[in-house]
C-alpha cells in the first residue's frame, strides 16, 4: 500500500479536494500532488503507523485552512465593467432594427456583437449560444423576405406579419436582458 492509499491520507486529500473546488483545475491538481509529496517525504522513513500519519497531517495543517490560503491566492476571474457589458447589450438589441431595415448596417453591427460577446468572460457559453442564435433571425427573416417575394408563396401570416416583424426585431433585446441578468449572477 502506497502511502496516499492510507485511510487518513486519502481522507485528508479528499477534504482538501471537496474544500478547492472553487479553484481551477489545474491549481487544485498542483497544490494536491505538492501535499502529496510533502506526505510521502515525511513518512519516507517511518512504519507509517497511524500515529506518525497523524503526526505529519498535523503538521502539515487542517485541510480547511490549507484550502482557503490556496483559495485566496487565486487570481479573480477578469470582469467586464459594466458599461463596457451595456454596450455590448445594447448593441446587441439594435442588431434586430437595423437588420430588418437597414441590413448592410445592420450585418456589421450583428458581426460586432456576436464577436464581442464570444470573447466576454461572464456568460457561460449556453447564453453566448443562445444570444447568437436569437440574434441571427432578424437576419434571416430579412433574407427570407427578399427570397420569397410577397405573392409567390402564402405562408398564411398575412394578418400576423406585422406582430411578427415586431418580435423577430425585439428578440435580440430581448436576449440583451437575459444576458444582462445572467452577468450580474454570481459564477
Known sequence: MTITEHPLVKHYLATVTRETAGLS?????????DLEEHIAVALEESTSGDDEVRAVLARLGDPRTIAATALGEERPAPQASRMRI???????AVTGPLTVFTPPLGLLALIGAIWWLWVAPQWRSRDKATATAAALVPPLFAASQWVLPAGAVN????ALFIPFTLAVVALPAAVGVHLL???SRPA
Open 181 to 183: 441578468r445572467a452577468a
Open 86 to 92: 451595456l454596450a455590448m447589450l445594447v448593441l446587441l
Open 155 to 158: 405562408l398564411g401570416v398575412g
Open 25 to 33: 483545475p489545474e491549481r487544485r491538481n498542483e497544490l494536491l500532488a
